[in-house]
Nanobody, 121 residues
């Protein structure tokens, strides 16, 4: 059974830090690119940060560059999102996504259930 379980969401003051975790099971984690998305009510889901299957490549939304860091530990089947200098506009539900390209028109993709981050004083 495939599972992605996020944790680490919390209420934090502006300027504070949080580390989100997403632990995978039921598939070969090391073959999948991992992405953190976030979503607020009434808005589309937004890509926050992506890391390649080996961890050798990362990419970030402009709004979080220099503040957020994505990393992964393939031995623990876990991807992390370190969030520093948090702003109220970072408030959202954060989702973990696993993606693997399998060929033309074919892919494997899984989602977690989300973890709430609230940045407020």
């Amino acid at each position: 059974q495939v599972q992605l379980v996020e944790s680490g969401g919390d209420l934090v003051q502006p300027g504070g830090s949080l580390r989100l975790s997403c632990t995978a099971s039921g598939f070969t984690f090391s073959l999948y690119a991992m992405t953190w998305y976030r979503q607020t009510p009434g808005k589309e889901r937004e890509l926050v940060a992506l890391i390649s299957s080996t961890g050798g490549s990362t990419n970030y939304a402009e709004s979080v560059k220099g503040r957020f860091t994505i990393s992964r530990d393939n031995a623990k089947n876990t991807v992390y999102l370190q969030m520093n200098s948090l702003k109220p506009e970072d408030t959202a539900v954060y989702y973990c996504n696993a993606y693997r390209y399998l060929g033309p028109g074919n892919r494997a993709e899984y989602w977690g259930q989300g973890t709430q981050v609230i940045v407020s004083s």
